[in-house]
T-cell receptor, first 116, second 114 residues
Framework: DQQVKQNSPSLSVQEGRISILNCDYT??????FLWYKKYPAEGPTFLIS?????DKNEDGRFTVFLNKSAKHLSLHIVPSQPGDSAVYFC???????????????FGEGTQLTVNP | NAGVTQTPKFQVLKTGQSMTLQCAQD?????MSWYRQDPGMGLRLIHY???????DQGEVPNGYNVSRSTTEDFPLRLLSAAPSQTSVYFC?????????????FGQGTRLTVV
């Protein structure tokens, strides 16, 4: 049962254009959502997050939108740069608990390629 | 500031061998976890710990053991390696006291079982 899904394995955009990466989830208990970026041979690095009480969070060129009724979130990168080329993982977490900790459920990832 | 450190970076094992993947963090985080990354499957949780002496199973725990004797260290043991355990393994840590905080990942261990 894949609770977090990224349906696009890959996305290619031109430098300067907008990149939109999508993520769907099924578990309505998730209350915190994160995006991670991963370069080859490196660990995932945190990019941006959003809690379920918000519908938008912005950090520079990166904006995450959350649509709770549709159980959908998206990451917008504007403008896209060649250095943004990486695998992007969407992750979700239920309310943090003393025994459950910070369990993250990840999507499959989307390979973003930004062409110069 | 080291963050999360994993060793080794690469390892080749023969089927049936055992080994321990090391993970250490210097951020005094209570929560630590192990994930494996396989093509097309994202990162899947193997085991996690909410503090020293406390561990629990994640999504794919079979064939792996963990222990947490200190806050800093969270080793992952492969009891009898199988080709299906060929993967990239990531250790992560995060604080529990701040509810909306990201997890920090190590650089990964690429394991091949032949």
């Amino acid at each position: 049962d894949q609770q977090v899904k990224q349906n696009s394995p890959s996305l290619s955009v031109q430098e300067g254009r907008i990149s939109i990466l999508n993520c769907d989830y099924t578990n309505s208990m998730f209350d915190y959502f994160l995006w991670y970026k991963k370069y080859p041979a490196e660990g995932p690095t945190f990019l941006i997050s959003i809690s379920s009480i918000k519908d938008k969070n912005e950090d520079g060129r990166f904006t995450v939108f959350l649509n709770k009724s549709a159980k959908h979130l998206s990451l917008h990168i504007v403008p896209s740069q060649p250095g943004d080329s990486a695998v992007y993982f969407c992750a979700a977490r239920p309310p943090q608990g003393a025994t459950s900790g910070s369990r993250l459920t990840f999507g499959e990832g989307t390979q973003l390629t930004v062409n110069p | 500031n080291a963050g999360v450190t994993q060793t080794p970076k690469f390892q080749v094992l023969k089927t049936g061998q055992s080994m321990t993947l090391q993970c250490a963090q210097d951020m005094n985080h209570e929560y630590m976890s192990w994930y494996r990354q396989d093509p097309g499957m994202g990162l899947r949780l193997i085991h996690y710990s909410v503090g020293a002496g406390i561990t629990d199973q994640g999504e794919v725990p079979n064939g792996y053991n963990v222990s947490r004797s200190t806050t800093e260290d969270f080793p992952l043991r492969l009891l009898s390696a199988a080709p299906s355990q060929t993967s990239v393994y990531f250790c992560a840590s995060s604080p529990l006291v701040r509810p909306y905080t990201e997890a920090f990942f190590g650089q990964g261990t690429r394991l091949t079982v032949v």
